[in-house]
């Protein structure tokens, strides 16, 4: 009897004979559709970068953002199904307000991460639904316990760590340093690899961050793209925020000069 999907991937609770889920593997395939997703720890903070293809040259600049910010200290950003993308920002959010609500301080990033792979995976037990068809990476700023309201909110926040986990449709999450999903994955990590991101500022890092998307996007150059950043800095006030627009700009054009030099440099 062989495993080649006939039959086994009508259902989420369906094995093959070698203990395959297709629809999850289905789900892999739309996030590697997607456009490139990167995120970049570094010592004093974490850079999200996504590579938003356009689809229609009538769209708004700036529309159907890909990363959200689902509290004041942490973000996720989705490679997959638009819209799978947005439901998982606002069950995030919900998390997040019920781990308020209960403890009177904000989610650690590791426990965030942890609820809602435990959501992603309930998506794969029952007949009647589907897997999530996204990956999702996660960014946050870890402080130590902090009542909110008092006056040392802002100097224990200071005292903080940078946390950055990737969620697959399985509901799998990993713990990383440097992390990217979407089509160009594997370009991308090349290049992360070769950073060090111990020692990279998160200044430094968008132009870092800028120059990975542009190069992985190389292989699609008939596909105009945004390229949308967010980070979680000392300049954001250890907040998850958009990068601001001038600063933004400057780092895309700084990338695209050390491509251009590096192209000259192989010619």
């Known amino acids: 009897m062989s495993s ?13 004979p070698d203990g ?5 593997e289905y789900a892999n ?6 456009g490139t997703v990167i995120g970049l720890r570094c010592k004093d903070g974490i850079v999200l970068a996504v590579e938003k293809l356009v689809t229609s040259k009538l769209l708004v ?12 200290h942490a973000g996720v950003a989705t ?18 307000e019920s781990y308020r609500d209960n403890y009177n301080t904000r989610v650690p990033t590791k426990i965030l991460a942890e609820r809602l792979g435990l959501y992603f995976q309930a998506y794969t037990l029952y007949s009647s639904v589907r897997p999530f068809g996204l990956s999702a990476i996660l960014a946050g700023w870890d402080s130590p316990i902090e009542i909110e309201g008092t006056d040392q909110v802002k100097e224990r926040r200071a005292e903080g760590k940078p946390a950055l986990y990737m969620i697959e449709p ?8 440097g992390c990217a999903i979407g089509k160009g994955r594997q370009l991308a990590k090349t290049e992360i690899e070769k950073l060090d991101l111990d020692s990279l500022t998160a200044e430094e890092a968008l132009v870092e961050a800028a120059r990975i998307i542009h190069t992985v996007h190389d292989d699609a150059k008939d596909k105009d793209f945004e390229l949308e950043m967010t980070w979680i ?4 006030g250890w907040q998850h925020q958009l990068v601001p627009k001038e600063l933004a ?9 050390i491509i251009d030099a590096a192209n000259e440099m192989e010619e």
């Open 4 to 16: 080649i999907g006939t039959g086994y991937d009508l259902s989420t609770s369906t094995y093959s």
């Open 20 to 24: 395959r889920i297709f629809q999850v």
């Open 29 to 34: 395939k739309a996030v590697e559709n997607a």
């Open 61 to 72: 600049k700036g529309a159907n953002r890909r990363i959200a910010t689902v509290d004041l």
């Open 79 to 96: 490679a997959g199904l638009l819209a799978d993308g947005r439901h998982l920002a606002g069950r995030a959010r919900d998390e997040c």
């Open 170 to 177: 399985s509901g799998t999450f990993w713990g990383y340093r």
């Open 233 to 236: 800095s000392p300049q954001s």
């Open 249 to 257: 700009e400057q780092a895309e054009k700084k990338a695209k000069e």
